[in-house]
Structures are given as C-alpha cells and as structure tokens.
C-alpha cells in the first residue's frame, strides 16, 4: 500500500557500513537522512556475511568484529535521528519536484517493495553488492513461521542475539555464517541444534574449531549429517524441526526457532533500471565528489568504481564525506560551508 511521502535531505540506499557512516556525515552538515535496506537488520555484508570475523584493517581499531564494527556506526549515526526502512528493497526511484516552486525536477522519489514512498533532494546509493535475499529451505509451510517476532519462528538474519536467549534453537547450515551465529547463540541458547547435511563444516578453521568445543563442552549438540525435512507447529507458533539422515530416517527436534543459514542471493535488482551508467554492475562515479551520471544521484562503497578503487570500508567511509559534502554543495550552492573539524564543531548531545 503506498503510503504519505517521508521527505528528507538525503535517502540513502543500504545500511551496510558505508550507508551508515554516510548518515553520520551527512549529519555534520546538517543534512537529514533517511535510510532503506532489504535486509531487516543494519550492517549489510558485514552483519549478515561475517559478524563473529576481525577485521584488522579499519583505523585506529587494530581489531575489530564485524558485529561491533556496525554496532559503533549505528550508534555514531544515532545522534543525527535518521529514520530506518529496514526490510524493504528499494524498487523505483524516479525524478521528482522536492520543492513545490521548482520549475523542473530537483529532487528523487524512492518507492520500496513495502510501499513506503520516500522524496529526498538527493540519494546516496551505498548498496554494495546489490540487495541480499536469503535462501529459503524448500519447507512446506515455512511461510507460516516466518515474520512472527524476536525470538520465534523461522529467521534468516539476527538483529539482536539478546531476543533468542533462553530459547530452543535449531540452526541449520555449514558454512561461515552458520558458525559464526553457532558460536554466538551457544552461549544464550536453552538448547541448541546445529543441523548440517554433511560431517564436515566449510568454515574458517578456527571457527570449526570453537564449534566442535562447544559440542564436547555440551553447549550445543551436531546433527549431522541430517537435513531438513519439515516443520511442526500451530497457528504460525513453531515446535518443533524434523529432520531427516541420508538413509531417509527422521529425528524430531523440539524447537521455539529455527534458524536456516543456507546463504545468500544477491543481485544488482532493481538498481539496473534506475537509469544510470553501469560498468559491470558497478555504478561509474567521479572520485571526488561521489557524483553519479544523474545530477542528485551519488554512488558510494562497493557499489561505486572509479579507476584504481579499491572495495575496503576505509575507502567507502572517505566516499561517504566526499558524498555528503559534494550533497551539501548542491542543495546549498549560495552558502560558504564554514569548515569545522568535528572536534571543534561535536555532534549533538556529545
Ligand atoms: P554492503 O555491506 O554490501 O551493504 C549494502 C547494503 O545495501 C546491503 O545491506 C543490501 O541489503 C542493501 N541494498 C542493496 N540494494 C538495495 C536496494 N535496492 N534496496 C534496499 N537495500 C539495498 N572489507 C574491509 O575493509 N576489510 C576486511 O577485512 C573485509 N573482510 C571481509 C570479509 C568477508 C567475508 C567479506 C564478504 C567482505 C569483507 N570486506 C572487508 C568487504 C566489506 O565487507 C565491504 O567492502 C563492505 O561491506 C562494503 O560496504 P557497503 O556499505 O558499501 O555495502
């Protein structure tokens, strides 16, 4: 259902790590930000592909986990109040009139697949690698279970491990994101149930490692090699998992959530019809200012290439300032920006 317009200064395009820090620096000049991701939950690749890894290459942090890496942005962010569509793909984005007066069209409309309608005077589109999609196990009637609250039911992504504490888990997958969400959940978990169709897990050898602990520790139990087979529950209120062994026999395990980590899609989407020049399914930018082929329209982080870019948060957050200052030039071209280090300037309520 489309809905009233929310208008802003800026609508930026995914909340991964240079979508967020691109809140922060819009922020500081005053511009006020409104954010959409497909995901449900903020931090794109790095909250959704390796939440658990160290990063060892952001300044001033000689190590730090993906998790709180997109926990400190969001909070960096909070003081400029942006407003949040999470869970929702941005499909349109269409020239727009920002300002009634205007002769011709000087702002952008944004419609996601909620039909949230968003009109901004400029976008920022920090949409990586395209919008992730998780994919499903073929469940007969895992739509039922899923969307029904923190802590229940069918989910794909976590937003707050704090929300599955005391619960029974089965977490089904082999790979990367599945030990790494093993690991966290073990220690929250009333039980917990790691499903995997093979013996051996794909993961970082570390991790594998610490899982396998925490199996001989009894922190967790290894079903393997089993896989899903179907969902037991009512009314949309999940009881348990059965699954299934190579030879077709079935265990039952009772459970409040079941938590596939079978990957994710990702595509460019919508973004290629958005009228803009692609190299490649990168967006083509011109490196200093961010600016994209279409006046309004800026392009940061792994989705914006320019030659010798390199795809490292280090390099989207300075897009990021490069962006929001290019922004600021454009909404206000008759105002001198009257430069201040932010440790002259603050930030509100700091
Ligand atoms: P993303 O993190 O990809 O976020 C983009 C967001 O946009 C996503 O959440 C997506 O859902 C959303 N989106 C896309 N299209 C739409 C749409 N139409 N509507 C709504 N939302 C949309 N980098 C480093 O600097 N150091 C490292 O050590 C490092 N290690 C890594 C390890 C792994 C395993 C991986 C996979 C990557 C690693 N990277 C590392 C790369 C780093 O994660 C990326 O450079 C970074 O995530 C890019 O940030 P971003 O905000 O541009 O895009």
Redesign the pocket.
């Known amino acids: 259902m489309t809905e009233t317009p929310h208008r802003t200064d800026v609508a930026i395009?995914?909340?991964?790590?240079?979508?967020l820090f691109a809140v922060f620096e819009c922020g500081m000049l005053q511009l006020s930000c409104q954010v959409?991701?497909?995901?449900d939950a903020v931090g794109?690749?790095?909250a959704a592909?390796?939440p658990e890894?160290p990063?060892?290459?952001i300044p001033g942090y000689p190590r730090v986990q993906a998790a709180e890496l997109v926990e400190r942005l969001f909070e960096q962010a909070e003081p400029f109040a942006p407003r949040y569509h999470l869970g929702q793909?941005?499909e349109r984005l269409e020239a727009c009139r920002f300002d009634e007066e205007a002769g011709a069209p000087d702002g952008w409309r944004l419609t996601t697949s909620k039909g949230v309608v968003i009109e901004a005077r400029a976008v920022i589109v920090?949409?990586?690698?395209?919008?992730?999609g998780p994919n499903r196990p073929p469940l007969t009637g895992i739509e039922a279970y899923e969307g029904r609250g923190a802590g229940r039911g069918v989910h794909y992504f976590i937003a707050r491990p704090e929300a599955f504490r005391g619960k029974r888990i089965v977490l089904a997958g082999g790979g990367d994101s599945a030990l790494d969400w093993s690991i966290i959940l073990a220690e929250l978990a009333a039980e917990l149930y790691v499903v995997h169709r093979r013996e051996k897990f794909r993961g970082a050898p570390e991790s594998v490692a610490r899982l396998h602990a925490l199996a001989e520790a009894g922190r967790l139990e290894l079903v393997v090699p089993y896989q899903l087979d179907s969902l037991q529950g009512r009314d949309g209120s999940l009881e348990a998992v059965v699954v299934r062994d190579l030879d077709g026999r079935r265990r039952t395990l009772e459970a409040d959530v079941l938590l596939p980590f079978f990957g994710l899609s990702m595509n460019l989407?919508?973004?290629a019809e958005w009228g803009l020049e692609l190299d490649r399914h990168l967006i083509p930018v011109e490196p200093t200012t961010c600016a994209t082929s279409r006046p309004g329209l800026y392009a940061i982080?792994?989705?914006a290439t320019y030659p010798n870019k390199l795809?490292?948060?280090?390099c989207?957050f300075s897009e990021a300032a490069l962006a929001a200052h290019a922004v600021r030039r454009r909404l206000h071209p008759d105002e001198e920006l009257h430069w201040e280090y932010s440790t002259t300037k603050g930030v509100p309520g700091g």
């Open positions: 395009v995914g909340a991964g790590p240079v979508g959409v991701d497909a995901l794109g690749q790095c592909l390796y890894k990063i060892y290459d793909r941005v920090a949409a990586g690698v395209g919008a992730f989407g919508p973004i982080g792994d989705i795809k490292l948060i280090l989207g």
